[in-house]
């Protein structure tokens, strides 16, 4: 079993939702609130978290995802989900 680098997660991350916003990756830090991105809305937020699971070959708990506050949060459900997915 090898260890999910949660580096490569929160990048691969945080460039699907830059590219779904049109915006530079920079204006999509980690400790961002999710909803509080330029010109986010839940439908441009889960087509980013879909291309990551589709990237990772998971499907992540869609009411942790829904909770979730902030970019870094988004990385960590999508780290456990496929750390599970690994077990």
């Known amino acids: ?6 580096a490569e997660v929160l990048t691969y991350v945080r460039e699907r939702i830059a590219e779904h916003l049109n ?3 920079a204006e999509v830090p980690e400790d961002a609130p ?8 839940s ?3 889960m ?4 291309e990551v699971e589709k990237h ?10 829904i ?13 456990a989900t496929i750390e599970e997915s690994r077990a």
């Open 1 to 6: 079993m090898t260890t999910v680098d949660r």
């Open 23 to 25: 915006v530079d990756v």
């Open 34 to 41: 999710v909803y509080a991105l330029p010109e986010i809305d």
């Open 43 to 45: 439908l441009k937020a």
């Open 47 to 50: 087509r980013a978290v879909t």
């Open 56 to 65: 990772f070959g998971v499907t992540a708990p869609v009411g942790e995802i």
């Open 67 to 79: 909770v979730t506050r902030t970019v870094g949060e988004v990385a960590d459900v999508l780290c």
